[in-house]
């Protein structure tokens, strides 16, 4: 197989395993859009995809939704966007949405990837566009995105992981810096003690009797030295 064909098949797994079963749409669109492919062409009834990519263009043949000669219904907007908003809700299978489509009368649709359009033809030249949101992505879903299928499961677990180690080293440095203010506050309780004993026994020398003088003629000093 070629590179763009790896490629291709390697993001339709992630998308896979990653889209949500509401909404799914733009999860998935995005996955391709980030594995470098820039539009995705359908056929209809013949469930033909052409997809186009910075490593070349690659052509999927999937289910025929009919086989013979068949009349081609009218484009009908209205069904075709009711079509859409079963889709978008989650509610039947893509070859259903499919179906729907085709029998609205689309006999092709065009995904613009990077413009986050997708364009809905008749066979008489008719069209319906749609543009899709950019998908609001966290650090883990555009991690999700890029990993290969079944590491959702354990990334979740690993960030989860790293949330709880970070919230126990927050605490242990909160700890650690509570406990130095602690302590540089009671160092400074005790200079402040110590001098302010100095300073009590210092200030009657110069206004009465010294209380260490006292203390010496009561003979109370006698063993140190003077």
């Known amino acids: 197989m070629s590179r763009a064909i790896d490629n ?6 992630r998308a896979v395993a990653g889209r949500p079963p509401v909404g799914g749409f733009p999860f998935l669109a995005e996955t391709l859009r980030r594995a470098g492919i820039t539009r995705n062409i359908w056929l209809l009834p013949a469930c033909q995809s052409l997809y186009l990519s910075s490593d070349g263009a690659v052509i999927v043949q999937g289910n025929p939704l009919l086989s013979g000669a068949v009349d081609v219904a009218p484009f009908n ?3 075709l966007i009711k079509a859409l908003r079963t889709d978008q809700a989650g509610e039947g299978t893509f070859t259903e949405f499919l179906t729907a489509a085709w029998r ?30 950019p998908l609001a992505t966290s650090a883990y ?3 999700r995105a890029v990993l290969p299928p079944g590491f959702s499961a354990q ?13 126990f080293v927050g605490a242990i440095r909160f700890g650690l810096h509570t406990a130095r203010r602690l302590v540089a506050g ?8 110590v001098l302010r004993l100095a300073r009590s026994l210092a200030r009657p020398r110069g206004v009465g009797v010294s209380i260490v003088g006292l ?12």
């Open 8 to 13: 291709l098949q390697a993001a339709q797994k």
């Open 77 to 79: 907007e209205q069904a």
């Open 104 to 133: 609205a009368g689309v006999i092709r649709y065009d995904v613009d990837l990077l413009g986050r359009t997708v364009t809905y033809e008749g066979c008489l030249g008719e069209t319906y566009r749609e543009d899709y949101p």
């Open 141 to 143: 879903d555009r991690a």
């Open 155 to 167: 990334l979740l677990q690993l960030l989860a992981t790293l949330g709880r180690v970070a919230a």
């Open 186 to 193: 009671f160092s400074v309780g005790i200079r402040t003690s």
């Open 215 to 226: 203390l010496r003629r009561r003979g109370r000093l006698t063993t140190f030295g003077r």
